[in-house]
């Protein structure tokens, strides 16, 4: 019996557990979309490609699901790429189906197609960062490619992978025979644990150590290993760091948590992981920011520090930090099992009153240092008041998703999460633009849950024609516009550096400058306020929770520096021989 492709690829999807298709059209994918309308799949059509790919990457994490996201050839697929790249560089499962030229054109340089070094070349764009890329040459072959697409995915280091079809495959009929096949085949791969000897060796190592600590990174979080982690960590009384991407692995107001490391870390983790005699890194890459730069005087010293890491990727074990003990493990497998062993081994457990009194007075001092600015009545309002309001109403498992600046710096820092993954922030690639449309993806996937963006004027601004998705679709995700007219970030360094914020503030006429978006918002149909008052703010986003609808807050805020304790190295590039002296400034 044979089928239209088209039709057994939706089956497939529907039978794989799919239940949203990310996307917007062309004409090389629309066989696809006409055999959607009859399918219980639910398209989420949106007005730019890289606003699909995002809220693709939002689903994905907060669904722990490999998303689906479906583009056009050509500039469908560069507009995603953006979108898709931030999903790689955070370890996100995504399947990309692109519609490609038809086979019969090949060489002629039809509509769309990208030819200019080779001819049905597309694919070739994506190579630098998705974990493969297939070009379906056979109608017959596009099954078993699909298939593999998913798994590899799915498996070992999670990432994107995208399956390009030549729009006529779509089009034409094969066996169902070959895509029933497949259903004989596992969905779901047993991962790598870790064995009872290298277990025993590992807790006893830390159980042993004069001041260990546990350093979490987000595979933590892409392991849904948070619990067992947790339970490790507070058996042998471990205190836990984090990177940003780890953040929320261990809840905020957890005796053992220190905090996140690096150039916007505290005083006190960074003091800590540099003190250390052992650190434990579980899913972590230690990247740059996170590790400020490597360097050794100011977040971590690998020596006299000796490291415990343990990565579902054998390529991150050692790169920037030699392993004392490397091990290639899903965290979720190992920390069952490490959890199992520190029982046997220590039935009592570990006792350090001392690190948890030390954790308890810094966190006390911290949090009063930052009372006047949470409390500060000024208007346009300071970002940590903004931060703590949000934290009020927010319910402890709400969700947050972040952009670039403020909104993910000082959140990462000063923002308290609770509830393991929660907090939805673009690591690897830094995104700006993330935020808005990935709210849209966690919404969906956790309909039950409050999820606010906390997004940039600069960010937001980008693709405002989230919105139109929103509405559309009835997505009732609340967006706080924190308004400081510029890339404020951007703008502190490069005062700080050169002496002008060129390029990096919003000006009309020489004077500060901002659309409207609660204007913009209700153009789109969608609710919006523009603050008037620090004293506002608080209201109007309760009310935005109680309306259970699409929301837009736009809060002018004051454009102030994230406190930093740690170091960039970007810093030395721009003022060498200035280290320590320069950091970000506010912009007035």
């Not at 960010?459 to 405002?464: A, E, I, K, T, V």
């Not at 454009?559 to 002296?581: A, F, K, L, M, Q």
Request: charged share 20%.
């Amino acid at each position: 019996m044979k089928a239209l492709i088209s039709k057994q690829l939706v089956k497939y999807l529907e039978d794989r557990g799919v239940e949203y298709v990310f996307g917007l059209c062309g004409h090389t994918n629309i066989a696809v979309l006409a055999a959607m309308s009859e399918s219980k799949l639910k398209f989420i059509n949106t007005r730019h490609e890289q606003i699909a790919a995002h809220i693709a990457d939002g689903y994905a994490r907060a669904k722990k699901q490999t998303a689906v996201l479906l583009s056009h050839l050509g500039p469908g697929l560069t507009n995603a790429s953006t979108g898709v790249a931030n999903a790689a560089l955070d370890s996100i499962p995504m399947v990309v189906i692109a519609g490609d030229i038809p086979t019969h054109y090949y060489g002629k340089h039809p509509h769309q197609e990208v030819n200019l070094h080779a001819d049905a070349a597309q694919s070739e764009i994506y190579k630098p960062f998705v974990k493969r890329v297939w070009r379906v040459e056979r109608p017959d072959l596009f099954p078993e490619i699909l298939e593999k697409a998913f798994q590899l995915a799915e498996t070992g280091r999670p990432g994107p992978v995208l399956v390009s079809v030549p729009m006529d495959i779509f089009s034409m009929e094969v066996d169902t025979a070959l895509f029933e096949r497949l259903s004989h085949h596992s969905k779901s791969l047993h991962k790598p644990s870790l064995d009872e000897v290298v277990a025993e060796q590992i807790v006893r190592t830390l159980a042993e150590a004069k001041s260990p600590v546990i350093y979490a990174g987000g595979g933590v979080l892409l392991a849904d290993a948070a619990e067992e982690l947790r339970e490790f960590a507070t058996h042998l009384s471990l205190p836990v760091a984090h990177s940003l991407m780890g953040k929320g692995a261990m809840p905020d107001d957890h005796p053992l948590t220190l905090g996140m490391t690096g150039f916007w870390g505290t005083q006190l983790v960074n003091d800590t992981c540099r003190g250390a005699d052992w650190v434990f890194g579980a899913g972590t890459r230690f990247a740059e920011a996170d590790c400020s730069s490597w360097e050794p005087e100011f977040t971590f010293s690998f020596p006299p520090t000796q490291l415990i890491h343990i990565d579902i990727d054998p390529a991150e074990i050692g790169r920037n930090y030699p392993a004392a003990i490397g091990v290639v493990t899903d965290l979720k497998a190992a920390l069952t099992v490490l959890l199992r062993v520190a029982r046997r081994l220590y039935p009592q457990g570990r006792k350090d009153d001392a690190v948890i009194r030390k954790i308890a007075d810094f966190r006390k001092e911290f949090n009063a240092k930052n009372v006047p600015h949470q409390q500060n009545d000024a208007f346009p309002m300071r970002p940590e008041r903004i931060l703590a309001a949000v934290r009020e109403v927010l319910p402890r498992d709400g969700m947050v998703t972040t952009d670039v600046g403020w909104n993910k710096n000082g959140v990462g820092q000063q923002f308290p999460i609770y509830t393991p993954g929660s907090i939805l922030t673009p690591g690897g690639y830094a995104t700006m633009g993330f935020g808005a449309p990935a709210a849209i993806g966690a919404k969906l996937a956790c309909p039950e849950r409050v999820v606010v963006a906390l997004v940039g004027d600069g960010g937001f601004g980008q693709n405002p024609s989230v919105l139109a998705t929103a509405a559309e679709q009835e997505v009732p995700v609340i967006w706080v516009v924190m308004n400081n007219s510029a890339y404020g970030t951007i703008a502190g360094l490069e005062m700080a550096h050169y002496g002008t914020t060129f390029g990096t503030l919003f000006k009309r006429g020489g004077e500060s400058y901002s659309p409207d978006f609660a204007a913009i918002a209700k153009a789109y149909g969608v609710d919006g306020v523009k603050i008037t008052s620090a004293a506002e703010f608080k209201t109007v986003l309760a009310q935005a929770v109680a309306a259970n609808k699409p929301f837009v807050i736009d809060v002018a805020m004051q454009n102030e520096p994230v406190p930093t304790t740690g170091h960039w190295n970007i810093n030395d590039i721009y003022s060498p021989g200035r280290r320590g002296e320069v950091s970000h400034v506010a912009i007035g």
